[in-house]
């Protein structure tokens, strides 16, 4: 009893110091947030489900299985911060996770529909997309308290992800043969990956936030919706390849402007 008394009035700066840090950084409590982390394994399943619907040839599937992952990896960040469960094991749980749906998945899907028959080029273009994603997510994780919160740097792997999947999907969708457009998809799948590590400034509409809102916006979103589900895979290519032209537009206007100063 009289060395724990010890230690707890001991007043050397170390004592101190360890026990404010315990308190102020919870490391005494052992233990993951449950909600946020639903929602990032749901997106790993996604992600995973996409691969094997692939490998069984079930093509619509998986590109509506990187999508699912898309909107469930939107989701977790914001249920992480309205219940205020931010925490280091779920940015990494996240990384992960993003790593499998929007780096592997894409890329094997993309391979197992088009690229399997151009050989050793398919299976390149390929490694190129899931190289670049994980660089993407590496270089994302290393900037991401020293970036501007408007704009992604390079294309979001989410984005990359997304065009792959709703290229594939589009196609199979209607009844086209992979190995017609096989190098169309590998110049695509490569040039995602490539723009996901480029210097290409894509913006990340962070500054809206989700609140009360004109009856016109919502509206606007029924309208959109309604667009959306008039044919799925052709909208939501259509809005993948507006959203990276916008960006590359952006950037080669921005070079252009110190020239006309």
């Known amino acids: 009893m009289q060395d724990n008394d010890k230690i707890k009035t001991s007043d050397t700066p170390e004592t101190f110091e360890v026990v404010e840090a315990e308190h102020r950084t919870g490391a005494r409590h052992k233990g993951v947030y449950l909600l946020p982390n639903l929602f990032t394994t749901g997106a790993l399943f996604a992600g995973f489900y996409a691969i094997v619907s692939a490998m069984n040839g079930?093509?619509?599937?998986?590109?509506?299985?990187?999508?699912?992952?898309?909107?469930?990896?939107?989701?977790?960040?914001?249920?992480?911060?309205?219940?205020?469960?931010?925490?280091?094991?779920?940015?990494?749980?996240?990384?992960?996770?993003?790593?499998?749906?929007?780096?592997?998945?894409?890329?094997?899907?993309?391979?197992?529909?088009?690229?399997?028959?151009?050989?050793?080029?398919?299976?390149?273009?390929?490694?190129i997309y899931v190289a670049c994603a994980a660089l993407r997510l590496a270089r994302f994780n290393v900037q991401a308290e020293s970036t501007d919160k408007r704009f992604f740097i390079g294309l979001p792997s989410p984005t990359g992800a997304g065009l792959v999947a709703t290229m594939v999907w589009l196609g199979a969708s209607r009844g086209v043969e992979g190995a017609d457009v096989s190098w169309i998809v590998a110049l695509m799948v490569a040039g995602a990956g490539l723009l996901m590590v480029s210097s290409v400034k894509y913006h990340s509409f962070k500054e809206f936030h989700i609140g009360r809102v004109p009856f016109k916006v919502l509206l606007g979103v029924i309208i959109a919706f309604a667009i959306v589900f008039l044919d799925p895979p052709l909208v939501l290519l259509s809005v993948a390849v507006i959203y990276v032209v916008a960006g590359l537009v952006m950037s080669l206007w921005n070079l252009r402007k110190p020239a006309n100063i």
Do not use: H
């Open 58 to 127: 079930m093509f619509e599937n998986a590109a509506l299985g990187i999508i699912v992952a898309g909107i469930l990896d939107g989701m977790d960040g914001g249920v992480a911060r309205l219940t205020n469960t931010q925490s280091k094991f779920g940015a990494e749980y996240d990384s992960l996770s993003d790593c499998v749906a929007f780096g592997v998945a894409p890329g094997l899907v993309a391979y197992s529909w088009a690229l399997s028959g151009l050989g050793k080029f398919g299976w390149v273009a390929a490694f």
